[in-house]
């Protein structure tokens, strides 16, 4: 009896604690969808958090964790000044126009200069006006002078610029000059870094000439760093991607951390790291200076410039990495010694240098040893062969607070460059290349051209170091062209091949490119695509106005490069 009461007690009890907790289920899970669904709605015109943004797509958001955050700004599109019809207008004018100038043997009656006019004088005249303007400016800061004064003297000697007249007579004489220029040179062997450093190798070194690095070595010539159709260039990228890593140091020069690979069978390599995503835009906060080197953009770099048939970059693919098998069990103990493994267990390494050499701007793997990086070949360097380091006329300054001569100073060409006799061959012109290279790639940073001065004068300019390029897809940087805007010369054969790509889609090319050439996925994202094909005619509308100003065969010209 008294056994069937306590089970009923117990039963009563259970059925009671079951009911309390199904209640408070029920109620817990009532609260908690009422409160979510009124999270819902607060947050439904509120960014989406990162996590939940598929990555390519993340570009346009805007920081859900910065209460200040205003969207992110709409692609900026700027419109070239010219129509499709009209590019093609210019290339019939362009090409006619060269037709008719490969007749023309008279050079003196096609760039008229009067006889009482003289170059050498008007640079005396140049220099020693330089010389008085030093003079006033340390004047004026010695003497404190007072602002109005100062201004009414810095309109004075905006007055003395070079005259129209001069201007003409100089513009002549330089069309001259690269036209004597191309006689001179037309003829020029094609010289290549094997035949350079034959002898010494020889003597020194004779296994070396029997290497895929010596073939290769036989096709970089004073013209360019690669045939693009021969075996050699096809083996040194497989090699590039694939050979193992003997040894891993530490690159000296430069600002950014990069690493040197040898390679087997001679080859030396330059590799740069992943250090940001492909959309990453440079900050707005930060000069081109303290942007940070990128290893896509290397990649990119190199296959327009192929595409562009300057064939000036040296070779480089993207390579996946081990960080630990590759270079850090192959470092030097330097580099070795920068290595250590991140709270979320990954291993990175500072290296030494003077911009993101540091423990919170590591280079670290992800996940574990995985790291993308950029392999580009290493071109001979001294003493085995002479590079020229050209300061750039046209360099920023590297200063927050100071600008450039040339962004004040529309005359900038005719007072500098061609004042200056350095430019009075090839490589005035391949300045106008680089610059047209530059602004497609948006590269802000060209501070010095190099070239192979061991190949003597009749030298490519080899494009090295375009880390800094494809920082901005919402920005044309106009003022990367003011080479080409403020000389107004191009060569005929660029613009052909420039006319070229255009036809066919130059971000088609350079997407095909880079998916069929390389390992990487997804280098470019297609923003920066979309910039390359607004930028190319942009730069056809900057030659359609120095054409409209100066005629075509005042712009265009042959100088027998191709
Ligand atoms: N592929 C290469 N072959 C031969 N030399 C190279 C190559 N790449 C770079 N160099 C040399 O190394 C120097 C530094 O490289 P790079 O310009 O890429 O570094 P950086 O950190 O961007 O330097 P900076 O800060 O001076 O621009 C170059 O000026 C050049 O002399
Ligand atoms: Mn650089």
């Known amino acids: 009896m008294r056994h069937t009461r306590l089970r009923l007690r117990f039963t009563i009890l259970f059925i009671l604690a079951t009911l309390t907790i199904f209640s408070l289920i029920t109620l817990y899970t009532f609260i908690w969808s009422t ?31 910065d209460l200040y955050a205003t969207p992110a700004s709409t692609i900026f599109k700027r419109k070239a000044n010219i129509t499709q019809s009209r590019i093609e207008e210019l290339f019939q004018l362009i090409r006619n126009a060269h037709t008719d100038q490969a007749h023309l043997v008279d050079i003196e009656k096609l760039y008229p200069i009067n006889p009482k006019w003289n170059f050498q004088k008007l640079l005396e005249e140049q220099q020693a006006q330089e010389q008085s303007d030093k003079d006033a400016d340390t004047v004026d800061s010695a003497t404190n ?7 009414q003297r810095d309109l004075t000697t905006a007055e003395k610029t070079m005259s129209k007249h001069d201007k003409i007579q100089l513009r002549n004489y330089v069309l001259q000059v690269l036209a004597k220029w191309k006689k001179e040179h037309q003829n020029d062997e094609i010289t290549t870094i094997a035949s350079i450093m034959h002898d010494e190798l020889e003597q020194d070194e004779p296994s070396k000439l029997n290497t895929s690095w010596y073939k290769y070595m036989k096709t970089v010539t004073n013209l360019r760093v690669y045939d693009p159709h021969s075996s050699p ?11 193992e890593v003997i040894e891993a140091n530490e690159m000296p020069q430069g600002t ?8 087997p069978d001679s080859f030396r390599a330059l590799l740069k790291p992943y250090r940001v995503p492909r959309n990453y835009q440079t900050l707005p906060d930060h000069f081109y200076f303290s942007d940070i080197e990128r290893h896509h953009a290397e990649i990119a770099a190199f296959h327009l410039d192929k595409i562009l048939g300057f064939y000036r970059v040296p070779p480089v693919v993207g390579r996946l990495i081990d960080i630990t098998r590759d270079i850090r069990e192959k470092a030097t103990e330097d580099l070795a010694n920068t290595f250590f493994i991140s709270p979320a267990n990954n ?10 050499c540091d423990t919170s701007h590591a280079v670290c793997g992800k996940p574990g040893d995985r790291l993308e990086a950029s392999v580009q070949i290493l071109l001979p360097r001294p003493p085995d062969v002479d590079w020229e380091k050209i300061t750039h006329p046209y360099r920023r300054s590297y200063s927050a607070a100071r600008k450039a001569k040339w962004e004040s100073n529309e005359n900038y060409c005719y007072e500098h460059v061609f004042l200056d006799e350095e430019y009075h061959n090839r490589l005035l012109l391949d300045m106008m290349d680089l610059s047209a290279f530059d602004f497609l790639i948006g590269n802000m940073d060209r501070h010095h051209m190099m070239r192979i001065s061991s190949f003597g004068s009749n030298t490519a300019l080899v494009h090295l170091d375009n880390g800094r390029s494809f920082g901005r897809y919402d920005y044309d940087d106009l003022s990367i062209l003011t080479p080409i805007r403020h000389c107004c010369l191009f060569r005929y054969s660029t613009f052909a091949r420039l006319h070229r790509v255009y036809r066919q889609g130059l971000s088609t090319l350079l997407s095909r490119s880079l998916e069929n050439g390389e390992q990487l996925k997804k280098i470019l994202v297609d923003e920066h695509l979309t910039a390359i094909d607004r930028r190319l005619e942009i730069l056809f509308g900057q030659l359609d106005t120095c054409i409209k100003t100066y005629t075509v065969k005042r712009v265009m010209i042959d100088d027998g490069i191709d």
């Open 233 to 243: 260039f096809k083996r040194l990228l497989n090699h590039l991607q694939n050979a």
């Open 35 to 65: 409160n979510e669904l009124e999270r819902q709605e607060q947050i439904q015109d509120a960014p989406k958090s990162p996590g939940a943004v598929p990555f390519w797509s993340a570009i346009n958001h805007q920081n859900i964790y």
């Open 145 to 151: 002078l007072t602002k109005t004064t100062k201004t």
């Open 256 to 263: 950014q951390i990069k690493v040197i690979l040898d390679l």
């Open 347 to 356: 291993t990175c390494f500072r290296g030494h240098c003077s911009y993101y």
